[in-house]
């Protein structure tokens, strides 16, 4: 499966749903550099470090194994997204 690219002038995210983190049992590792949609289904995986995680929980693949669209904004709608957090953890 390819997923979405989001970058703008200072950074980028791979879209990906929250589900799919729950089904890698990684959505605990993803940081709070990260972004989730208001919805909290789809996370948006920062380029650094969590694109990294995500990359090796399906099989080691590189960026253009993975990526299958790429979308540039010169600031990009992720940035006014919430900080990640895990959607399936239960309020305390």
């Known amino acids: 499966m390819k997923y979405k690219f989001h970058e703008d002038a200072g950074h980028g995210w791979l879209e990906v749903s929250t589900e799919k983190l729950r089904e890698l049992g990684i959505e605990n ?4 550099y990260s972004y989730i949609s208001t919805d909290r289904k789809t996370a948006y995986l920062e380029e650094d470090c969590d694109f990294a995680v995500f990359a090796d929980a399906i099989g080691g693949k590189s960026f253009l ?3 299958g669209e790429h979308c540039y904004q010169e600031i990009s709608f992720i940035r ?11 309020a305390k």
């Open 29 to 32: 590792r993803i940081s709070g």
């Open 80 to 90: 006014g997204l919430e900080k990640y957090s895990n959607p399936f953890q239960k």
């Open 65 to 67: 194994d993975i990526v």
